[in-house]
């Protein structure tokens, strides 16, 4: 099992928000945003794992938190597949272990950014149990030639939250694009947000990210 940092809004939460971060960071960097969300009344867990140490191609071998190894510039082309599917993996054991502490599926949220973003569709989109949403930030889909023939169906209806900042040098935000065209082609509902920001948050889109949750887990 991963480790984690966990965050609870109030006693026996029966909800919970995997979130996962992005390349070279650790679980920690979206701990703040909790406080942030505006959320409702009910107890949530947050948990916010922190990846695997490994080699990072793209960054000289360095090796650092990532979920998957980048060969390349070009991330939807260079990605290791059998990274992505080794941590979208893990993160199934991150659900298991909310389903066993009280959270049913539909009460689990997925979200991340960038990397932790694409690991978070990946996962959700596979998941063999219909889940909350998925909010998926400065990102894309991974894999994406195969998820048509492994999406599973109790996920089809799953809300999806996208956003992506327009001056993004890291993912460029025609990726993003082509992404939730991808999804709406094959009947996903995502709700898309574009920000006058480069590859990273801001006020204005968490604002947004809680007002999302506020409707998948009132």
Same mark, same amino acid.
């Given at each position: ?28 960097? $979206? ?6 969300? *505006? ?6 867990? $947050?948990?916010? @794992?922190?990846?695997?140490?490994? @080699? ?37 054991? /991150?659900?298991? &272990?909310? &389903? ?20 978070? /569709? ?15 930030? #400065?990102?894309?889909? @991974?894999?994406?030639? #195969? ?35 991808? /999804?709406? #082609? /094959? ?8 920000? *006058? ?22």
């Amino acid at each position: 099992m991963l480790d984690a940092i966990e965050i609870e809004t109030g006693p026996g939460p029966q909800a919970s928000v995997i979130w996962l971060h992005g390349l070279g960071a650790d679980g920690s960097d $979206f701990e703040p945003v909790v406080g942030e969300l *505006a959320l409702p009344a009910r107890p949530i867990r $947050f948990v916010f @794992p922190h990846a695997p140490m490994r @080699p990072v191609t793209i960054n000289g071998g360095m090796v650092m938190r990532a979920w998957y190894d980048i060969l390349g510039n070009d991330v939807a082309r260079r990605e290791d597949a059998a990274g992505v599917r080794e941590s979208q993996r893990e993160v199934e054991a /991150l659900i298991a &272990r909310e &389903r066993e502490r009280g959270a049913a599926a539909e009460h689990i949220v997925l979200a991340g950014f960038s990397q932790g973003g694409a690991i978070a /569709l990946q996962t959700a989109l596979r998941h063999p149990e219909r889940l909350a949403g998925v909010v998926a930030l #400065s990102t894309y889909v @991974p894999i994406a030639d #195969s998820l048509a023939a492994e999406a599973h169906a109790a996920n089809r209806a799953t809300p999806i939250f996208m956003a992506h900042g327009v001056h993004d040098p890291i993912v460029p935000a025609a990726l993003g694009r082509r992404s939730r065209d991808l /999804l709406a #082609s /094959l009947g996903y509902t995502v709700e898309w947000h574009e920000y *006058a920001m480069p590859h990273a948050v801001c006020a204005e889109e968490i604002d947004h990210v809680g007002a999302w949750l506020r409707g998948v887990l009132a």
